[in-house]
């Protein structure tokens, strides 16, 4: 599988098979399915899932960060269900929840100038999900 490019035109890369988004800074941020094993070039591996994924232990998930707050809210997760006709209306009010631009966001900023961010989730859609949203809102908003 490896990992999803979350960017569009330009900014699109792709180094070694795998899809990235390049970051305007010049460090990517790519996402992955948490239970996609760990590879090298995923750079700093971050959940930014609110609830931890089911069967899936600390240690192999090799994490090197849990951002939690950068994850939508409850209400929104809990009314988006990760049905597909709901994903651009997700997508509109996940962007609104993420113009508050709080400290999880800023670390997730921080991380991206020192080198490659894996964003990673827990949904088995690589289409429709958070970090590909979330993604995208950090390139847009570097």
Do not use: C
């Amino acid at each position: 599988m490896g990992t999803v490019p979350v960017a569009k035109g330009r900014e699109r890369a792709n180094i070694h098979g795998a899809g990235v988004a390049m970051a305007k800074t010049g460090s990517a941020f790519r996402i992955k399915r948490v239970y996609e094993p760990p590879e090298k070039s995923d750079g700093r591996r971050v959940l930014v899932d609110r609830l931890w994924p089911r069967g899936l232990s600390k240690e192999d998930a090799a994490l090197d960060g849990w951002e939690k707050d950068a994850a939508p809210s409850a209400e929104l997760r809990k009314w988006f269900g990760h049905l597909p006709e709901r994903f651009a209306e997700f997508s509109r009010r996940y962007r609104a929840e993420l113009a508050h631009d709080g400290e999880a966001l800023a670390h997730l900023r921080e991380l991206a100038r020192k080198g490659p961010v894996t964003l990673l989730y827990g949904a088995h859609d690589e289409e429709h999900n958070q970090a590909r949203v979330l993604a995208d809102w950090l390139n847009e908003h570097r």
